[in-house]
């Protein structure tokens, strides 16, 4: 058992040095990540021997299945929507991104909107699980959830420039993260209480 948390850390840490590898814009990051990266690689290659259940992630020759990320909407007293700006293109979207390893989808749902908007909140319901396969180059499963706000807004990461609510009759130029038909099937869930999937 002891050796499986161990191997768990370990893909951990390769994840976590693939994702910076794949988004840093720092030299200096960039080669702290490729060295961890490199000795994650060396780690689990000394596990070779030992039989685990669970495969190497990066390394396995399995059934391929679609991107999983969350979105989280929030609504303030006003009914108004909350959006984040995103840094690389300017445009809004409702909070969210991939699921990292490791984590339920409600916590990397709860780390989105606090690395994204600078906000905690607490989940109230999951309002479903959008396929956005047709519109999308790569599969993705987006599990979609309603939260309330449970403290006052704080600075935000660097993903993104601005954060605000906005009424759902004049929304600000949407991001490629949902489409405008998407998130006005999302928001009548939310309002109707009906739970969406597909």
């Not at 259940?53 to 990066?58: C, G, K, M, S, T």
């Not at 984040?84 to 409600?106: F, N, Q, R």
């Not at 396969?133 to 790569?138: D, K, L």
Request: hydrophobic fraction near 40%.
């Amino acid at each position: 058992m002891e050796n499986k948390k161990f191997y768990d850390f370990i893909l951990k840490m390769q994840a976590i040095s693939k994702i910076g590898l794949l988004f840093s814009k720092d030299e200096y990051a960039i080669d702290n990540y490729r060295q961890i990266n490199d000795l994650s690689a060396k780690m689990l290659a000394s596990f070779t021997e030992l039989k685990f259940e669970r495969p190497n992630y990066f390394k396995r020759d399995i059934y391929p299945t679609p991107n999983v990320s969350t979105r989280v909407v929030v609504f303030n007293e006003k009914g108004e929507l909350l959006l984040v700006k995103e840094a690389k293109t300017g445009t809004y979207s409702i909070p969210g991104g991939w699921c990292d390893l490791y984590d339920a989808p409600s916590q990397a749902a709860l780390n989105e909107v606090l690395q994204e908007a600078g906000l905690e909140v607490k989940i109230t319901r999951l309002v479903g699980v959008v396929d956005r396969t047709p519109n999308v180059a790569v599969p993705e499963y987006v599990i979609v959830f309603q939260a309330v706000p449970i403290s006052d807004f704080r600075p935000h990461g660097y993903e993104t420039t601005g954060v605000g609510y906005f009424d759902l009759d004049h929304l600000p130029e949407l991001s490629h993260k949902l489409s405008l038909e998407e998130i006005k099937r999302i928001i009548a869930a939310c309002l109707n209480g009906d739970t969406i999937f597909d």
